[in-house]
């Protein structure tokens, strides 16, 4: 990663995990969560919010402690730090609402293993204050928010035809004669949803590059 | 990723590390993270508490209709091997008290996509089951979960008359699994064409629990009508 | 790059004087096909007739323009794409709506086909591509039949076929329409299941006699139910050295076998191997759509594998799945692993001793 040879300006660190290092489209990291929990926005919205949630208090908490955890023992120590915060999710969401645990499954215990996470937490928080850390948990924490919901609102808009299903918000979109694709709602329309916007993000990234070169070479 | 050096160098730690401080490091961190998981856990513990039985009672209530209170009970009833097996069970009650009837839980493995859970109601004096209604299912959306969105099917269990033998307690005549269209007795399930292997491991479902569970409920009824003093 | 825009056309040998290309073979497939349709046409009707278009002119469509975006001379005129829709139109059910085949089109060309870079680069038969996406997404359409020579088939077509754009099929109009066809005629009704879903979710199974499997007066997908018509058609293909004729002999050959040890061994529960031959896809399967060039292994001692790998995960998938139907998938499957069927079957280079493990 280059961006640790020299030390980034604060809003890069923020910025970058947002689009240039977006962790599911560019780095594709986390896949499993993304494959499998995107069939509704509510899912997307819930897990982002947990990830990043996670995400920031463990990157504080590491960035915090990064003088003083021997480096024989971080992983240990991080995953002990990382699973602490999974677990008060894991109780809080309980408490807000069953349905939506159940609909999470067991993906909310296994943002634990989440390579974003423990990847920030070894690359970044371990190595900054704990200002960038956090400024740089909350990125990566938005980019996939935005990534979760980039799938989740084609898979269920497709698969349901709903945005914000199961919510006392839901939106009919396209009336009550539309057929729905289920194949959307299942996992292989994960992999296709994946697939294709990985692709299209690709496709925007280089000719937003080009442009710029183009205009830096003028 | 980084090299090796490049990690080195940035950890401020150079000197091996003894034991004793990497033992006391994860040890504090550990006591620091369970202290907070207890915390979290009592703070939680109430509210995880009162949604799941606000869970089971709404699916008691929507199962058994004009019941206002419900309390657990327990029976024992042989398992598919002759075991004893204990199971839980409902008993609904009206306002002035009286048993209206019970919601039992039935399920089975046999579905398109595994386990299929559903609850019943079941009415003792009328001898009647009162409805159906999907606790859990995997099964495919837009076929095999019209199961609990079909009205038809879900209308195969509403009031549906199951008659109990006096001698051995056992239904007259067990649910069936017929073809759409083919149904010609109440105990007959109509299955949902396309959905074929979900409406059957539903039907199975009650058939077994009927079975298994209305003999030991009919001999509880006394106890189940003083329940609710 | 065309040969025309090359002056000199420099190949390392052999040198193989004949003129059959690419567009030759799939002319060839596209001819052996024809008839096939239509018989599909005379046995279910304007339905299908409008079906095959309509798949036919999605997957054509969907590669011109494909081609187009990608500044690329058009690749619709080598065939295949049409071979693509109308194997597409043949394996979907007669009663189909309209848009949902081609949605199946669009989809299994510009997924399965252009975006792996067109022909010759695709992993996955894009018909099966686009027929399993249709199966997965729409489970209801796809599975309702219709029965063969229904009265009246030429002068109506099936409700479901003009369904509006995206809008659900209403399956109980067909059930409907099949049911008035009969009734005008004064013919009783023949149930519209499969021989397949009838052996399958009967209660009790039913067994439709081979005899009748075999002339193709059974409910089934489009195309797939005139065993006789398809065996006679991939002859000619294999008669004129256009297809490898190993593929669908290795997958027959294995589902028989496995479908003959398990009737051998209950049959009651168990349908006759020739019932299993002739049901469903398995004959069109074999010769249509397992045998894509692209898609198969190329090793004399692969196809076979992967003809035999087919054939055992199609009964596999009869016999223990939750769908009656397995042969779509199992091609799948089979294109899937056949990259591992060239890798492990590499035959020696000649001259080139095998090296031992310990020296490698």
């Not at chain 1, 030390?7 to 969560?33: H, I, S």
């Not at chain 2, 209604?133 to 199961?147: C, F, H, M, W």
């Not at chain 3, 894009?126 to 020579?149: C, E, H, K, S, Y």
Request: charged share 15%.
């Amino acid at each position: 990663m280059s961006t640790q040879e020299n030390t980034p300006r604060t809003l890069d660190v923020f910025l970058r995990g947002l689009w240039e290092e977006n962790p599911v489209f560019v780095m594709l990291l986390g896949m499993c969560p993304v494959l499998a929990v995107t069939n509704k926005v509510i899912n997307c919205f819930a897990m982002g919010v947990s990830a990043t949630f996670v995400l920031v208090m463990s990157s504080l908490i590491v960035s915090l402690l990064r003088n003083y955890i021997p480096k024989q023992v971080r992983i240990a120590s991080y995953i002990v730090i990382i699973a602490t915060f999974v677990t008060i999710v894991d109780y809080a969401i309980q408490a807000i609402s069953l349905d939506l645990y159940d609909s999470l499954g067991a993906f909310i215990q296994l943002i634990v293993v989440n390579c974003i996470i423990l990847g920030r937490a070894e690359a970044f928080a371990s190595r900054n204050t704990p200002p960038k850390a956090v400024l740089d948990a909350i990125g990566m924490g938005i980019g996939f928010t935005f990534a979760l919901l980039c799938l989740g609102v084609v898979r269920e808009a497709l698969g349901n035809g709903t945005l914000l299903m199961d919510t006392p918000w839901e939106i009919s979109l396209f009336g009550p004669r539309f057929a729905p694709w289920s194949v959307m709602i299942l996992p292989p329309g994960g992999f296709f949803v994946l697939g294709l916007q990985i692709l299209f993000f690709n496709w925007l990234r280089k000719k937003l590059q080009r442009r710029k070169t183009a205009a830096e070479q003028a | 990723m980084t090299t090796a050096n490049h990690a080195a160098a940035q950890i401020p730690t150079p000197q091996p590390t003894g034991s004793l401080a990497m033992i006391g490091t994860l040890a504090g961190i550990a006591f620091v993270s369970g202290v907070l998981l207890a915390l979290v856990y009592e703070g939680t513990y109430d509210r995880i508490q009162q949604n799941q039985q606000a869970r089971t009672r709404a699916a008691v209530l929507d199962i058994l209709p004009g019941v206002v209170s419900q309390q657990v009970f327990e029976a024992s009833a042989p398992g598919p091997d002759g075991q004893p097996v204990t199971q839980e069970f409902f008993a609904g009650y009206d306002a002035s008290g009286a048993l209206v009837g019970v919601a039992i839980e039935a399920s089975d493995s046999g579905g398109y996509g595994g386990e299929i859970r559903v609850i019943y109601g079941y009415l003792p004096d009328k001898q009647e089951i009162t409805g159906m209604k999907v606790l859990l299912s995997r099964e495919t959306p837009g076929l095999g979960d019209r199961i609990s969105t079909d009205a038809a099917f879900q209308a195969n269990f509403a009031g549906m008359q199951l008659a109990l033998d006096p001698d051995s307690k056992q239904p007259v005549h067990s649910l069936t699994y017929v073809k759409p269209g083919e149904a010609d007795k109440p105990t007959d399930v109509e299955g949902i064409s396309g959905a074929t292997i979900s409406s059957q491991a539903v039907t199975r479902a009650v058939r077994a629990s009927t079975e298994r569970m209305l003999p030991v409920v009919h001999d509880m009824l006394d106890e189940l009508r003083r329940g609710s003093q | 790059m065309t040969a025309e825009e090359r002056p000199l056309k420099l190949t390392s040998s052999p040198h193989i004087k004949q003129s059959e290309d690419v567009r030759d073979i799939m002319f060839n497939v596209t001819m052996a096909l024809i008839p096939i349709a239509l018989f599909s046409v005379w046995l279910f009707g304007l339905s299908a007739l409008l079906l095959l278009l309509t798949a036919t002119a999605a997957c054509v469509l969907t590669e011109h323009i494909f081609c187009v975006i990608a500044k690329k001379p058009t690749t619709v005129k080598d065939w295949s794409v049409i071979i693509t829709g109308l194997i597409l139109g043949l394996t979907l059910p007669p009663g189909t709506p309209l848009w949902m085949a081609a949605l199946g089109g669009v989809f299994g060309v510009a997924v399965a086909k252009t975006l792996f870079g067109g022909i010759g680069y695709n992993c996955f038969n894009p018909a099966l591509v686009g027929r399993a996406f249709l199966q997965i997404a729409f489970p209801v359409a796809i599975t309702t039949w219709m029965p063969p020579m229904l009265p009246g088939r030429f002068t109506s077509v099936i409700p479901s076929t003009l369904t509006f754009p995206f809008a659900k099929m209403d399956a109980d109009a067909v059930y409907a329409y099949i049911h008035r066809a009969y009734a005008m005629a004064g013919i009783d009704g023949v149930s519209g299941a499969t021989p397949l879903s009838a052996w399958k979710f009967g209660e009790p199974p039913q067994f439709e006699p081979s005899a009748r499997l075999f002339s193709g007066m059974i409910s089934g997908s489009t195309g797939e139910t005139a065993t006789w018509l398809i065996i006679l058609c991939g002859l000619y293909l294999i008669w004129r050295g256009m297809m490898n004729w190993r593929i669908p002999a290795g997958m027959l050959l294995s589902a028989f076998l496995l479908s003959g040890a398990f009737w051998l061994g209950d049959r009651v529960a168990y349908p006759n191997p020739f019932f299993m031959l002739f049901s469903g896809g398995l004959v069109f399967g074999a010769l249509f759509m397992a045998s894509d060039m692209v898609a198969s292994p190329m090793t004399s001692s692969g196809v076979w594998l992967y003809g035999a790998f087919i054939g055992i995960v199609t009964i596999i998938i009869r016999i223990f799945g939750a769908l009656p139907e397995g042969v779509m998938f199992a091609i799948l499957l089979g294109n899937a692993v056949s990259p591992l069927i060239n890798e492990i079957t590499q035959p020696r280079v000649y001259g080139v001793v095998k090296k031992r493990r310990a020296e490698s």
